[in-house]
């Protein structure tokens, strides 16, 4: 049995950009994953992925040319269903034989076993090995059936009669086991060992690869090509740095860029080019924009952050003289640069104010009516933030700045510059708000109202962004629940989810001393009563990605349970309990006082008919229950009072000295005496020592199961 290097390679016409990365790495794990199954590669085994603009190959190291024979066990059918009275098979036995190859002189072989509920006929055989040919065959099928094509193709193939289905025309197929040739077959094509180079700096024609293994060597020598994503991308970062370094500056980091420039060649040549300086003047947001999507430029960047008239190229090609070509790249950008600067100035012939009223024209939904709807609705549920978060000293101001900076968030949606680049939305709105001689806390909070954007990204910098972007938000959750429009499964086509972790966020990360239950109930009614009033499901999802978030700070699973469990309003509060489960999870006395408080819990759910009720000092006549008592007079008044002063980890260190009184308290008093008094008194007890003990976080969550 050999073992060698296998080299598998379709040659295509130029392959999506941005899913090229994808389509590389899945096209090499199929192949991988098929051949373990058949058992033709050890777990060691290697894979290199390679993906240019033009091909997807996997090389794959210690593959061998046969899979070894293995043992296997058919289980066929019971006895009583193979086998007659007489011991003679029946014709489901033989029929069952048959189907794996086999006669009647198979019976002979046949042995009987339990299988837990009755005697079976087993076969037992040895499977032959599988050819590599045959494996690989498979692996290649299989890795194509799943690449996660964008958009498939359907083209005709060179005979004019049959058509195939590809995400582009292929046109070669390579397959080497070492040096040696498989005979694949794929989308009409027959396997070999030629390739082709760059389009227009290969030193041949076609390569003859020699063996798989020089796969990578060859492409790079002969066809100038860059086989590897990652050391292309790796190979362009760095000249990208080298470049922007000469000229003392730096380019923009936008790693969606630099891998969309890497499956746009196969061997980077960077180039320095420049544009007008009289362009600087238009914000740079929208020339940064205009360079990156259009002409997958890289800005450049001076040590303060400020656009340069200076930008990179990624070249495809390496010219002895780059003139024509940076010449060529600063001539395509010039009219792209103008059309910004156009937009620019026409848009700021008109404030904001006076586009407001063309909202009402726009379409939000169908079902919510349009963007000047939207606007008021905004407005109104801003202002309630506003007032909150103003307090008693500001309330007034702040509702009013956040009415302000609501009625005009959305007026550039009715600009020239953000109808070319949505993306821009609200960047532009404050650019014009500051153009319009509006203060800087209203501009900053138009620009902020749609943050955050992504995972990850800035929250908004200022009270009258904070209540903008919470209003913004809740409406839209609260008026696409209300008409039933929630996300199912993997599907979220109105971003749902990233909206309730920007509240989520905002709530925990600016500690606002907003409740959520108040939020999501004003956010309901800021819409007509007919409108679904869907506010169970809308806190719910909000807890939902309450607990995510939570969990992705660190914080273990049974720590955010058992502060989650209490429903807690205010958000903002959460990192502190949490840092204070934790610290007490810490504490000797935890386990025991968990433990307890789960026992508790027991008691008081099955005395659900008791209601609460004072304890009766003169009713406590056991010790235990005297001295427990006791302790709760003591602990109780410290432990609340760390908690009003919102010291939560204060809070729970005090519950420590009740360990041993409760302990004390369940070996010697029995809670369901015979005496109604008695047992009333002492589950009121228990009500007293689970509610001082469960105001941080519900303790029984860290008690072992």
Not at 86 to 91: E, F, H, L
């Amino acid at each position: 049995m050999r073992q060698d290097s296998l080299l598998i390679e379709l040659f295509v016409e130029e392959l999506p950009p941005k899913a090229l990365a994808r389509l590389g790495a899945a096209f090499g794990e199929g192949v991988l994953a098929s051949l373990r199954a058949s058992s033709l590669v050890d777990e060691d085994a290697q894979l290199k992925v390679f993906a240019t603009p033009r091909r997807l190959a996997a090389h794959i190291s210690k593959v061998r040319d046969r899979s070894p024979d293995q043992a296997v066990s058919h289980k066929l059918m019971p006895v009583s269903v193979g086998l007659g009275p007489d011991g003679q098979p029946t014709p489901a036995l033989l029929k069952k034989l048959a189907s794996l190859g086999e006669d009647a002189s198979a019976v002979a072989r046949l042995q009987t076993r339990g299988d837990g509920k009755a005697q079976t006929l087993f076969l037992d055989a040895m499977a032959q090995g599988v050819s590599l040919a045959v494996g690989a065959q498979k692996a290649l099928d299989a890795a194509l059936a799943q690449l996660p094509i964008p958009k498939v193709m359907t083209y005709q193939l060179e005979d004019g009669w049959r058509s195939v289905r590809f995400v582009r025309p292929a046109h070669g197929l390579v397959a080497l086991h070492g040096d040696q040739v498989l005979p694949l077959t794929v989308l009409g094509l027959e396997a070999g060992r030629k390739t082709h180079g760059h389009r227009f700096e290969a030193l041949v024609p076609e390569l003859n690869l020699e063996h798989a293994d020089r796969y990578e060597q060859q492409l790079l020598e002969q066809g100038a090509v860059v086989a590897s994503f990652e050391a292309r991308r790796e190979d362009i970062r760095r000249q990208l740095q080298q470049a922007a370094a000469q000229q003392g500056l730096s380019p923009i980091e936008d790693a969606a860029l630099l891998d969309e420039v890497t499956a746009l060649v196969e061997r980077a040549h960077v180039l320095t080019c420049s544009f007008d300086a009289e362009f600087l003047t238009v914000p740079q947001e929208c020339l940064i924009l205009t360079m990156k999507a259009n002409q997958k430029y890289f800005p450049l960047l001076d040590a303060q952050g400020r656009l340069t008239h200076k930008f990179l190229v990624v070249s495809n090609v390496r010219p002895a003289d780059p003139t024509r070509v940076v010449q060529g790249n600063e001539r395509v950008v010039r009219p792209r640069l103008a059309d910004a600067k156009f937009f620019f100035d026409q848009d700021r012939k008109r404030t904001l104010a006076s586009r407001v009223p063309g909202l009402a024209k726009v379409v939000y939904h169908g079902k919510l009516g349009t963007q000047g709807e939207r606007v008021d609705r905004v407005r109104r549920l801003a202002r309630l933030i506003g007032a909150q978060l103003g307090g008693p000293s500001r309330a007034l101001a702040l509702a009013d700045l956040a009415d302000e900076a609501a009625t005009l968030a959305k007026a550039d949606l009715l600009t020239d510059m953000v109808g070319e680049f949505p993306e821009l939305q609200g960047i532009m709105g404050a650019y014009y708000a500051r153009h319009d001689g509006l203060r800087d806390e209203i501009a900053q909070a138009i620009e902020d109202h749609y943050r955050p954007r992504f995972a990850g990204d800035a929250l908004p910098r200022g009270e009258v962004g904070l209540a903008v972007a919470l209003a913004d938000k809740l409406e839209t959750l609260a008026g696409l629940f209300g008409i039933g429009q929630m996300p199912t499964g993997d599907k979220d086509p109105f971003a749902l989810r990233r909206h309730a972790l920007g509240v989520v966020r905002m709530l925990i990360e600016r500690e606002l001393p907003l409740g959520v239950q108040e939020l999501v109930s004003h956010a309901f009614q800021i819409f007509p009563p007919s409108h679904g009033q869907s506010q169970a499901e809308l806190a719910h999802f909000l807890s939902e990605r309450l607990v995510g978030y939570l969990k992705d700070q660190g914080f273990a699973p049974q720590e955010v349970d058992a502060v989650v469990a209490l429903h807690p309003q205010r958000w903002s509060q959460l990192p502190r309990r949490l840092s204070a489960v934790r610290a007490f999870a810490g504490l000797s006395e935890a386990p025991a006082l968990a433990a307890a408080n789960k026992r508790v819990g027991n008691i008081l759910k099955k005395a659900d008919d008791v209601a609460p009720s004072p304890v009766d000092a003169a009713l406590l006549v056991e010790p235990a229950e005297q001295a427990l008592h006791a302790a709760l007079l003591q602990v109780a008044p410290r432990a609340d009072a760390a908690f009003d002063a919102e010291d939560f980890t204060a809070s729970l260190r005090a519950l420590a000295a009740l360990k041993e009184p409760v302990d004390a308290f369940f070996d010697a008093v029995m809670v369901n005496a015979e005496d109604p008094a008695l047992r009333r008194n002492r589950l009121a007890l228990l009500h007293r020592l689970h509610g001082a003990m469960n105001r941080v976080a519900d303790l029984s969550r860290l008690a072992a199961a």
